[in-house]
C-alpha cells in the first residue's frame, strides 16, 4: 500500500498554470500506475489522466488534451500535473489515485483527501 498527499492545488486565472504533485509514502511506488481524478461540485468524479507504472504510457481525457501533462518520479515517489491554459470548468477538486492502469475509478484502490483548483474567469 501507499499513502498519498496532494498539493499545489490553489486560485488561478484563466489562462494561467498550476502544477500539483501527489507524494507517495512506501517503497512499492514504482509498482503502481497512478492517475488524477477531479470533483466539481454538484458532480461525479471524473478521469483526468494516467501513467503507467514506468512512465512510458499516458492516457489523458479530451478535456484536458494538449493543456495537461501528467509525469512521475519513481526515485522521487511523486506523480505530477502540470496544468496549463486552465479553464474556469478545470474548477474542482483534484485528487491522486494508485493502482492498476486505466481510465476509471474502479482500477484505482488508493486515493488521495484531494487538493482544490479553483480557475476565476
Known amino acids: 500500500q501507499v499513502q498519498l498527499v496532494e498539493s499545489g492545488g490553489g486560485l488561478v486565472q484563466a489562462g494561467g498554470s498550476l502544477r500539483l504533485s501527489c507524494a507517495a509514502s512506501?517503497?512499492?511506488?514504482?509498482?503502481?500506475?497512478m492517475a488524477w481524478f477531479r470533483q466539481a461540485p454538484g458532480k461525479e468524479r471524473e478521469f483526468v489522466a494516467a501513467?503507467?507504472?514506468?512512465?512510458?504510457?499516458?492516457n489523458y481525457a479530451v478535456s484536458v488534451k494538449g493543456r495537461f501533462t501528467i509525469s512521475r518520479d519513481n526515485a522521487k515517489n511523486t506523480v505530477y500535473l502540470q496544468m496549463n491554459s486552465l479553464k474556469p470548468e478545470d474548477t474542482a477538486v483534484y485528487y491522486c489515485?494508485?493502482?492498476?492502469?486505466?481510465?476509471?475509478?474502479?482500477?484505482?484502490?488508493?486515493w488521495g483527501q484531494g487538493t482544490q483548483v479553483t480557475v476565476s474567469s
Open positions: 512506501g517503497r512499492t511506488f514504482s509498482n503502481y500506475a
Open positions: 501513467i503507467s507504472w514506468s512512465g512510458g504510457t499516458t
Open positions: 489515485a494508485a493502482g492498476n492502469y486505466g481510465l476509471r475509478r474502479q482500477n484505482y484502490d488508493q
